[in-house]
């Protein structure tokens, strides 16, 4: 278990500080309806001591992304997964329940908010009703992402699915998977490839899901070096600290995986110092984000001048440039410059700066660089859930009544998969089953788990009572 600075001190209010115990997770519920999504952010930031002019939240955004779980089945059984014991064993909700959920988080957070349609593997739903979920997603002017293993994901569903809207790709690809033939990392990189190759030229942003744990935290060095040799397809890799929650069998770490840690690692694959300080979104102990840019293997650090990056956030806070063409981005950003000229003598010798140092890569590239992004989240263990990140936790899951903070949703999951969903017009909805009934279910009651339904920590012990 990892224990934090921000369980102990901070600026936050006295209730926010400290772990939140059994009872409170137990009756802690999905926020309700905010009709100012925008400034509920940016108090929270401000409740949690994380309000600064490099935070994001609260200025350009109103949630960082919201989570769409539309299956609990998945095809792998990961050492680290977030599920639950009783994720396999329930049925998927109903479309009309997720295009309900879909329609929620519109009103919530408005367009433009990222929905993560993930499971479980969004790719076991029937494609037919998986490409409606990514159409509807786009109707409201959202931005949906696929969250998936890629066993399923083959080119022709992901072109499918970029035709009715989908915005990015992202490969969950790591040990902790224990994929056939596959022994540590390096020996994934052929399926990595094979990934990329599957999404490239399909108009997607391709993104890469690496969870660190202890028995690849040597590692990280080679995975980052791998995706910076690919920058020119991947636009984002993503890194998730183990944490003890859900059903997986690894547990929590022993110690080894830390933020320090991994932002070293990172920064020796790179060959580069990479700047990880500047938390532009959320609470820091829970996120950091670095931009690069990367041409013929030099990785170039574009987060190094704390004061411009601030002075560009309050000048653009209303742009979400990571949503939108480059050259719109550019257009954009020109604009706003000839509008607050006391921009021009921070970025232009920050940019001639920027230049000179990258010149010989450029040179040998043509002028041709790729910008690569890299992102860290460090979950919360579920038994050390700290009342300040979840107060200002940016990760959402959509529950059926509403938005709830990723680590407090993981930690509770079976209170929210196991109850029954009341469907306007329908009736009542039985998880267990998939069917429908006139009058309410009576109680949820945690089924009993078979060797086909358990998974994890669950499908050891159900093995071993088999066995004796
Ligand atoms: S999901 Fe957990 S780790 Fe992620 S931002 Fe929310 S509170 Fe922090």
């Known amino acids: 278990m990892r224990v934090d600075g921000s369980c102990r001190v901070h600026g936050a209010g006295r209730w926010l500080r400290g772990v939140m115990d059994q009872a409170e997770i ?13 400034e509920d952010a940016r108090a929270r930031m401000q409740e949690t001591g994380q309000w600064h002019p490099l935070q994001s939240m609260g200025r350009r955004w109103n949630m960082g992304c919201v989570a769409l779980e539309i299956t609990q089945r998945c095809n792998l059984d990961c050492t680290l997964c977030y599920l639950s014991d009783h994720s396999e064993a329930v049925k998927d909700i109903p479309l009309a329940e997720v295009f309900r959920r879909i329609d929620a988080i519109h009103a919530q957070y408005g367009p433009g908010t990222e929905v993560q349609v993930t499971g479980g593997d969004p790719t076991l739903r029937e494609r037919s009703e998986l490409v ?3 159409r509807h997603i786009r109707a409201r002017g959202m931005q949906p992402n696929l969250f998936t293993n890629g066993i399923r994901a083959t080119r022709d569903l992901l072109a499918e699915l970029a035709q009715a809207g989908l915005a990015d ?23 990595r490839e094979a990934y990329i190759a599957r999404a490239r030229g399909l108009g997607l942003r391709i993104v890469f899901n690496t969870t660190v744990h202890d028995g690849n935290l040597a590692e990280i060095p080679e995975i980052a070096a791998f995706f910076a040799r690919h920058a020119d397809a991947v636009s984002l890799a993503s890194f998730q600290l183990q944490a003890e929650t859900g059903r997986g069998v690894a547990g929590g770490s022993a110690g080894l995986v830390s933020m320090p840690r991994v932002i070293g690692q990172l920064q020796r694959g790179l060959g580069a110092r990479i700047s990880f300080d500047t938390p532009l979104a959320g609470h820091a102990d829970c996120n950091r984000h670095a931009l690069t840019l990367v041409a013929d293997g030099a990785v170039l650090d574009l987060y190094d001048d704390k004061r411009l990056l601030a002075e560009m956030l309050d000048a653009t806070a209303d742009l979400k440039f990571e949503r939108m063409p480059p050259w719109q981005g550019a257009w954009r950003f020109l604009g706003r410059l000839a509008r607050r000229p006391g921009l021009a003598p921070l970025l232009l010798p920050w940019a001639a700066r920027k230049a000179w140092g990258f010149r010989g890569a450029l040179w040998r590239t043509r002028g041709r660089a790729h910008r690569l992004a890299f992102f860290i989240h460090d979950f919360m263990d579920a038994g050390h859930l700290c009342r ?3 107060g200002a936790c940016i990760f959402m899951v959509q529950t059926a009544e509403g938005p709830i903070s990723m680590c407090l949703h993981n930690a509770k999951r079976d209170a929210f998969i196991l109850q029954p969903l009341e469907l306007p017009g329908v009736g009542w909805w039985d998880p267990l089953t998939g069917q429908g009934r006139v009058a309410p279910p009576p109680a949820v009651a945690a089924p009993a788990l078979s060797p086909k339904t358990a998974r994890g920590r669950r499908r050891i012990e159900i093995r071993h009572q088999a066995r004796a």
């Open 26 to 38: 137990a009756a802690a519920r999905p926020a309700p309806l905010a009709r100012h999504a925008l």
């Open 132 to 134: 409606r979920i990514i």
């Open 169 to 191: 790709v992202a490969f969950h690809v790591d040990t902790t998977q224990e994929r056939k033939g596959t022994t540590n990392e390096a020996s994934l990189n052929p399926l």
């Open 388 to 390: 300040e990140r979840i």
